[in-house]
C-alpha cells in the first residue's frame, strides 16, 4: 500500500515577510496537519510582538493565505478564546485562554524548577536582574526572570 501524498502548505508570496525567523526554518510539515500549521502561523504573526494592526487582510498578505481561509481560522481561534477581537471589530489580539495554556506550561516546566536555586544566587551574587531563556529554533524563548528588588528613591 502506498502512503498518502502530503500536500505541501501554500507558500507565501514573494514580498511577504515571514511571522518570524521561527517561521523561516519550520519543521517540515507532518501528515494530517496542514489547518494546524495554518493556525499556528495566524498565531506567531499575531502574537509577532510589532506594531501592526492584524486584520484578516493584513493577516492573508503577511501569510500568503486567502481571505476566507484566515477568516475562518480567525474566528475558530476566537471561538476557542486563544484570539480576542480588539476595540475596533477589525484587529486581533491574544486571547485569555492562550495565556492560560501558557501560564501552565510555564509553571509545569521542568527546567524552570531545576533551574530555580540557581536564578536566586545568581541574582544575589550579581544584584542584576537574571533570565532564564532557551533556544527555540532561531530565537530564544524566555522561561523565568527574577528582578532585583530596588528600594524605591
Known amino acids: ?55 484578516v487582510n493584513a493577516l492573508s498578505t503577511r501569510l500568503g493565505y486567502p481571505r476566507p ?4 481560522i480567525v474566528e475558530a481561534l476566537i471561538a476557542e478564546q486563544l484570539l480576542v477581537p480588539k476595540r ?23 527546567i524552570r524548577q531545576l533551574c530555580k536555586d540557581h536564578l536566586f544566587d545568581l541574582r544575589a551574587l550579581t544584584q542584576e536582574t537574571v533570565h532564564l531563556a532557551v533556544p527555540d529554533r532561531s530565537e530564544m524563548t524566555y522561561i523565568d526572570s527574577l528582578k532585583v528588588p530596588r528600594p524605591c528613591a
Do not use: C, H
Request: charged share 20%.
Open 1 to 55: 500500500m502506498k502512503a498518502p501524498r502530503v500536500k505541501p502548505p501554500r507558500a507565501a508570496r514573494p514580498d511577504a515577510a515571514p511571522t518570524s525567523s521561527a517561521a523561516v526554518s519550520a519543521a517540515p510539515p507532518v501528515a494530517g496537519t496542514a489547518s494546524f500549521s495554518k493556525f499556528m502561523r495566524v498565531l506567531d504573526a499575531i502574537a509577532s510582538g510589532d506594531d501592526t494592526a492584524w486584520t
Open 69 to 72: 481561509t484566515i477568516y475562518r
Open 88 to 110: 475596533n471589530g477589525q484587529s486581533f489580539g491574544l486571547g485569555p485562554r492562550l495565556v492560560s495554556l501558557a501560564s501552565r506550561a510555564l509553571e509545569s516546566s521542568d
